[in-house]
């Protein structure tokens, strides 16, 4: 039979829970967690030669290290734009011909541009950007089938941790262009239209660039989502489809200018 609780919900005579210890912060009831240690002995322990490295308390601090080598290294970069795409876009390719001229129409805004560093339309896009004289940054991560940053990137970060990289993808811009990509391109689509939508990121625009592409995946939202009322007009606001680089450029703009007037 389980401890009697008294009626204001406290154990009998006002005592703390009986089987209760204290981890620092951590509080530990009915534990079933092994013999009681504490913080000195746990680190003075001679353990395996590499074991400590791969404990997730360890992981812990490389996650702070790449969240402070990324706002280091990105702290001082001007007003940007993210552009998603896949890595899998073959440089003959029209849709690789289209990444560069977005990254050099934007580079001419003045904009930087963020890629994943990676190659296909990151290549592009990045390409487009450093020929134009823009600022290219790259921000890779590590797979187990990992091909380095692109040559086109001038700025590169290189993250082990997708939610690491993703945060940098979404503080440094004030705009998302997605090209032509998979799941990873689709991930942050959706990613960043949750932000934007739980108001965990000021509002921007996202760009769906290649009409023939995204159209099937837009009318979904649209007259499924939308007509069913899993979002509202204001959501379904949050896209913009086009094919033409101008226009996705204007809506950049236009998102640079709301931004700048409301800082």
Sequence with gaps: MGEVLGGDGEYPDGDEHPHEKQRGPVVLRRSRMGEPTTTDQRLLDSRGPADWVHTDPWRVMRIQAEFVEGFGALAEVPRATT???????????????????????????????????GPGTMEAVNRGASEAGGLSIGLGIELPFEQGLNPWVDLGVNFRY????????????????????????????????????????????????GRSYWRGLYEWIRDTMHSSGKIGDQE??????????????????????????AH
């Design 236 to 261: 379904l606001g949050l896209l913009h489809l086009t094919d033409d680089v101008d226009d996705a450029v204007r809506v950049v703009e236009e998102a640079y200018a709301a931004w700048d007037a």
């Design 162 to 209: 997708f939610f690491t990289r993703k945060t940098m993808f979404v503080k440094y811009a004030q705009a998302f262009v997605c090209l032509p990509g998979g799941f990873g391109t689709m991930d942050e689509l959706f990613e960043s239209l949750t932000l934007v939508q739980t108001k965990k990121v000021t509002k921007f625009p996202v760009v769906m660039f």
């Design 83 to 117: 552009v998603f795409g896949s890595a899998r876009t073959p440089r003959e390719h029209e849709e690789y011909r289209e990444g560069v001229r977005l990254g050099s129409a934007l580079a001419g805004t003045g904009s930087a541009v963020i890629t994943g560093g």
